[in-house]
């Protein structure tokens, strides 16, 4: 079964916008991952935030999570052609089994 | 490339053969994971190693299905008696102790036909 749920779950954008795509979840965890899917290089971890951060960046990427609200919010900013791709929110309860939703697919128009 | 490494990457077979799969981890990773992706959604967790003792195993794999890692090192997915339920692309991860995040591997996509 499936705990997270990506939103929207598909979104396309002129290249140099902002995406943002949500992720919800239904049980307590222990840290939510993001990771991004293309035919070229299959599934790529991109950020990992922990239940007792809030917000966390790397390069053009911020991540938020709201453990009361169980959600979490991808950004990624001046976007590229090269981020068109699938993206997908993992949670890890504490037994290693990651729990995937079914992504978000973000095209980037040139 | 020291990445994760799946073989075969394609594999097309008929109904009720039995196919297997490979997976190399990246080399200092213990843990081990399989799982299976369909079209439009998000992989589903199948099985996990740590080195070579399987942990953890999920509802889905039924008991045709069937994970071996000897030795901790390289680890081989069999399906038998495939059915059309099977297609799906199977995915290999690994992780280091102590780290959640997983590597994974290309996948091996299955047709069963």
């Known amino acids: 079964s499936q705990q997270g749920e990506e939103d929207p779950q598909a979104l396309s954008i002129q290249e140099g916008e902002n995406a943002t795509m949500n992720c919800s979840y239904k049980?307590?965890?222990?840290?939510l991952q993001w990771y991004r899917q293309n035919s070229g290089r299959g599934l790529v971890h991109l950020i990992l935030?922990?239940?007792n951060e809030r917000e966390k960046h790397s390069g053009r990427l911020r991540v938020t999570l709201d453990t009361s609200k169980k959600s979490s919010s991808l950004l990624i900013t001046a976007s590229r052609a090269a981020d068109t791709a699938s993206y997908f929110c993992?949670?890890?309860?504490?037994?290693?089994?990651?729990?995937w939703g079914a992504g978000t697919k973000l095209i980037i128009k040139p | 490339d020291t990445g994760v490494s799946q073989d075969p990457r394609h594999k097309i077979t008929k109904r009720g053969q039995n196919v297997t799969f490979r997976c190399d981890p990246i080399?200092?990773?213990?843990?081990l994971y399989w799982y299976r992706q369909t079209l439009g959604q998000g992989p589903e967790f199948l099985t996990y190693?740590?080195?070579?003792?399987?942990?953890?195993k999920s509802r889905l794999l039924s008991d045709r299905f069937s994970a071996e890692r000897p030795k901790g090192s390289f680890s081989t997915l069999e399906i038998q008696r495939t059915e059309q339920g099977d297609s799906a692309m199977y995915l290999c991860?690994?992780?280091?102790?102590?780290?959640?995040?997983?590597?994974f591997g290309q996948g091996t996509r299955l047709t069963v036909v």
């Open positions: 993992a949670t890890d309860e504490g037994n290693y089994q990651l729990i």
């Open positions: 991860a690994s992780s280091p102790q102590g780290i959640t995040e997983a590597f």
């Open positions: 049980t307590s965890i222990n840290n």
């Open positions: 190693f740590q080195n070579e003792a399987q942990l953890e």
């Open positions: 935030i922990r239940s």
């Open positions: 080399s200092e990773h213990n843990r």
